[in-house]
Each structure stands twice: as structure tokens, then as C-alpha cells.
């Protein structure tokens, strides 16, 4: 089991910047990708980034390459996002997830085995 819990949301000006941090707790995550997801009323949940726990690659959704950055922080057991220049269409339900495969398709994303609580992004024009 792996427990993710998250913080950092809020509300920011558009061209601001917040700092999402995903603190993991149970079994190792040498195992896992982690990565984050984000959820806008009325659409489906989107991903946003991944990097492998072990290795340290990333990847990014187009949408937000250049702006987010996914980190991690191996004593801590924690995974961060730093987000800039944010935008009005950055809002959105942030959630932290675990993953143990990489799914390419015609766009990558990272399917999922564990979900964190979610934290809101706001941001406003």
C-alpha cells in the first residue's frame, strides 16, 4: 500500500506560482512512477506529469511543458510540483498519484495504482 497525501493548493493570480507537494508514506516507491493529474469541472481527469522514482526522468503534457516541474525528494518520500506562469485554464483539482507502468499511446500518460485526496488550484485572470 501506498498512502499520498498532498498540499500546497490554493488560490493564485494568473502569471503566479504554486509549489504542490505529495508526501508518500508505506511501501517503497523505487517501484513506482510518480506523477500528477488534474481534474476541471466537467472534463475528464487529465495528466500532467510523471517522473520514475528510481531513475529520474520526467514527462510532461504539452500543456503544461515549460511551466511545471515534477521533483522528487527520496528522503523525504516526497514528490513535488512546481508550477509557474500559471493560467486561468490551469484550474483544476490537482491529485498525486503511483504508478507502476508508463502507457504510450498517442499521448503518454502513467497508469495509475494509487490516487492521492486531491488538492484545488485555482487560478484567476
Known amino acids: 500500500q501506498v498512502q499520498l497525501v498532498e498540499s500546497g493548493g490554493g488560490l493564485v493570480q494568473a502569471g503566479g506560482s504554486l509549489r504542490l507537494s505529495c508526501a508518500a508514506s508505506g511501501r517503497t516507491l523505487s517501484r513506482y512512477f510518480m506523477g500528477w493529474f488534474r481534474q476541471a469541472p466537467g472534463k475528464e481527469r487529465e495528466f500532467v506529469t510523471y517522473i520514475n522514482w528510481s531513475g529520474g526522468s520526467t514527462y510532461y503534457a504539452d500543456s503544461v511543458k515549460g511551466r511545471f516541474t515534477i521533483s522528487r525528494d527520496n528522503a523525504r518520500n516526497t514528490v513535488y510540483l512546481q508550477m509557474k506562469s500559471l493560467k486561468p485554464e490551469d484550474t483544476a483539482v490537482y491529485y498525486c498519484?503511483?504508478?507502476?507502468?508508463?502507457?504510450?499511446?498517442?499521448?503518454?500518460?502513467?497508469?495509475?495504482?494509487?490516487w492521492g485526496q486531491g488538492t484545488q488550484v485555482t487560478v484567476s485572470s
Open positions: 498519484a503511483a504508478g507502476s507502468t508508463v502507457v504510450a499511446g498517442t499521448t503518454r500518460t502513467l497508469e495509475v495504482d494509487y
